[in-house]
């Protein structure tokens, strides 16, 4: 690292971006004015390094390490087509019943998660055609926990009632004992908190090298997934794909300084003045004369108006998975309790293509000597279509879902005893 990037790492990490104030007003529910934070990660931060001295210094020999790996790693990862899945934990504490999120508003963010992260998201298309050649499907999976640390079976959802009105950047949420949800185990599991934030904050997360104990994100449950208490505009779980970015080691566009001088340490996203906001109109240059990239989930837009990492976002993640959250790739937190595992062996099936547009082949040429049965689910558990084959030698069936919306689905396929469970991944549908 050069002195230069030193010096800027100090800078980033002194936060004087403090003395700018990146929020603004908009109308909620009741229709009383209040100011959003579309962000709190930098001010979390700043807390934290005031109570942790020492964090400083740990996050300056992340990010060396980081920049160093993606000199060394850049072309690589890029032949590189590992697929990383990450367990998680959804504690969702609540103080009344509209805070109480259902299953499936929790099941939806995941989906996001998991659509936003390999660029199967259904608005990818509206990412503009100067920026399209560096946006990336980032290899970066999420699953709801199987397994709890103890290794008994979970859903992956803990709920809270808790007397706490509202919680802040205090970490109180984070603890049985202030009114919150122990985390579990960073080293195997993204730890997502829900429920009520005060002071308008959507949002916030921890950066890589922080106490375990407080590691993850924490969402207001009116920006949590895609249903029932989701708000506009902030309704289609663009919050959470934002904050786990930090939690993965992104910045802001901007930089944290803001101003056409300071960057995010990423080469393919644009320098840009500060946050964009509400749906800006493209192009919308701020310090070059082609665009900031604020369709960039990094940036402050509305949820409706986001639809890109790029390559040298993707980088900076895969950096971190490869170092401080190497730990994930081993956890078996998506692995069911043995007596409920959902893979054993059907042999020789083939399923493609894969992703499709909608139609997927299923074909297999093994002798099964009873009857197969197919079932296509969706992320939310609803099954989408059935279908079975009688015993023979020989598979070739047809799966239609093209009146079905982009994104992923789950083919399960029981017979003889056994079952087995795959990914489809539709793009283009709807």
Known sequence: MSKKQINKVSRLLLLLVFSINFNFPVLNAQDN??????????????????????????MMAIEKYTQKWIRDNAFLTSKNKEIITIPVVVHIVYNTSAQNISD??????????????????????????FFQPVAADCQIEFCLAKRTPEDSATSGIIRRNTNVGSFTLDNKVKFDSLGGSDAWDRDKYLNLWVCKLAGGYLGYASFPGGSPEVDGVVTRYQSFGKYGSAQPPYHMGRTCTHEVGHWLNLLHPWGNWGGCSDDDYVSDTPNQEGPNYYCPVY???????????????MD???????????????????????????????????????GIAENTFIPDIQI??????GYVNVISSHTYTQDLEFIVYDLLGNIIMESSVAGSTGINIKIDLTAEPSGVYFL???????SRVEKIFILGTK
């Open 33 to 58: 004015e209040e100011v959003i934070n579309r962000c709190a990660t930098m001010e979390y931060l700043e807390l934290r390094l005031m109570e942790n001295p020492e964090l400083e210094n740990k």
């Open 104 to 129: 499936a508003q929790v099941h939806s963010q995941i989906e996001v998660l998991n659509q936003d992260y390999r660029r199967l998201n259904s608005d990818a298309a509206n990412t503009p055609s």
């Open 283 to 297: 192009p919308q240059p701020s310090c070059s004369d082609t665009s900031d990239m604020f369709m960039n989930y």
């Open 300 to 338: 402050y837009t509305n949820d409706s108006c986001m639809n890109t990492f790029t390559k040298g976002q993707k980088l900076r993640m895969k950096a971190i998975i490869d170092s401080v959250r190497a730990p994930l790739k081993t956890s078996n937190g998506c692995q069911p309790v043995i």
């Open 352 to 357: 493609f293509p894969n992703p499709s547009n």
């Open 412 to 418: 399960k396929i029981t017979g003889m005893g056994q």
